[in-house]
């Protein structure tokens, strides 16, 4: 894969967060990280995360915290993503299928509808 492959996962991918940004605080826009905070401040003073795509050097990183949060977010993800964890809240990839975008649309809804469900977004 060239780096140019990643970037064109790394733009769908954004693409599934881009519409939180108006109510979460964009962190970082370049046209290799995308980081989003919800304004929910925690007991350390920091902001609680929500999600971010960045590319690294062998694939491109999805983070989801609420799937951290709220470990049952990821009781019915299908076997193909979960393939992709890594760790208890982000999925590598090195190219998508609909069948991903899909999925981690619908994830990142489910997630965030529960950060709303506990006050963390308006």
Same mark, same amino acid.
């Given at each position: 894969?060239?780096?140019?492959?990643? @970037?064109?996962?790394?733009?769908? %991918?954004?693409?599934?967060?881009?519409?939180?940004?108006?109510? %979460?605080?964009?962190?970082?826009?370049?046209?290799?990280?995308?980081?989003?905070?919800?304004?929910?401040?925690?007991?350390?003073?920091?902001?609680?995360?929500?999600?971010?795509?960045?590319?690294?050097?062998?694939? @491109?990183?999805?983070?989801?915290?609420?799937?951290? @949060?709220?470990?049952?977010?990821?009781?019915? %993800?299908?076997?193909?993503?979960?393939?992709?964890?890594?760790?208890?809240?982000?999925?590598?990839?090195?190219?998508?299928?609909?069948?991903?975008?899909?999925?981690?649309?619908?994830?990142?809804?489910?997630?965030?509808?529960?950060?709303?469900?506990?006050?963390?977004?308006?």
């Amino acid at each position: 894969m060239n780096q140019s492959d990643f @970037v064109a996962v790394f733009t769908q %991918l954004k693409q599934i967060l881009t519409p939180y940004a108006a109510s %979460l605080d964009c962190i970082k826009d370049t046209g290799d990280d995308y980081y989003l905070n919800s304004r929910h401040i925690m007991k350390n003073k920091k902001a609680l995360f929500f999600a971010a795509v960045n590319i690294k050097k062998r694939y @491109v990183s999805f983070h989801l915290m609420p799937v951290y @949060v709220f470990p049952e977010l990821l009781d019915t %993800l299908s076997p193909q993503l979960k393939k992709r964890m890594q760790g208890k809240s982000c999925f590598n990839f090195t190219r998508l299928e609909k069948l991903h975008l899909d999925e981690l649309s619908a994830l990142t809804s489910a997630g965030y509808r529960k950060y709303q469900d506990s006050g963390y977004v308006p």
